[in-house]
Each structure stands twice: as C-alpha cells, then as structure tokens.
Nanobody, 116 residues
Framework: QVTLVESGGGLVQPGESLRLSCRASGFTFSINDMSWYRQAPGKERELVAEINWNGRTTNYADSVKDRFTISKDNSLNKLNLQMNSLKSEDTAVYYC?????????WGKGTLVTVGS
C-alpha cells in the first residue's frame, strides 16, 4: 500500500533552516507528481509546494516562494523540502502528499516549530 513517512522537523529560531524529507513506498514514485502541505494550529491544511513527476516543474505558495525549495530524488523514492529563512508563521505540521487514482494519500506529518 502507499506509505509516506516524513522526517526532519524540529524547533528552530527565526532565520534558520530545516530540511524535510519524505520516504515513499508502495507505488511508482518516479512517475508521480508530489507535494508538501502544512497545517498550522487552528488553520486549514494548505499547499506549500508541488513538483511534477520528473522534477522539472515546481510551484510554491506565495508565502514560501524564494525561501523553500522542493525536490524529488527518484532513485531514492524521496521527496525533500529545503526551508530557509524560516519565520514564526511557518510553524505547522508538514505533510507529504500524493494523489493516485483519485485518492489522496498523506503521511502522518512532521512538526516544524519556529521560535520559542
């Protein structure tokens, strides 16, 4: 079955960086578009970044553009999110996502906390 496992979250100070990873299994990772979402306390889940199957096309939420970079390593079945210049408003649980055959699949998420 489709499995997505995120890692790399933690507590950082404003201006610092984190790199999230998502290890995927149970489907052909190399031919699927992937994305990262996040959900802050009391808010709805929102799209952060998405990448097409071969990694050549990316799209970002305006709030993270020029700070976050999504990438896809098809040889390792791994999706990454490099987050630089983190802000307090980036605090959220970050989720790896894939949609296959009309079904949305999510990991359990990894918590990113920016600030004290």
């Amino acid at each position: 079955q489709v499995t997505l496992v995120e890692s790399g979250g933690g507590l950082v100070q404003p201006g610092e960086s984190l790199r999230l990873s998502c290890r995927a299994s149970g489907f052909t990772f190399s031919i699927n578009d992937m994305s990262w979402y996040r959900q802050a306390p009391g808010k709805e889940r929102e799209l952060v970044a998405e990448i097409n199957w071969n990694g050549r096309t990316t799209n970002y939420a305006d709030s993270v553009k020029d700070r976050f970079t999504i990438s896809k390593d098809n040889s390792l079945n791994k999706l990454n999110l490099q987050m630089n210049s983190l802000k307090s408003e980036d605090t959220a649980v970050y989720y790896c996502h894939v949609r296959k055959n009309g079904i949305n699949y999510w990991g359990k998420g990894t918590l990113v906390t920016v600030g004290s």
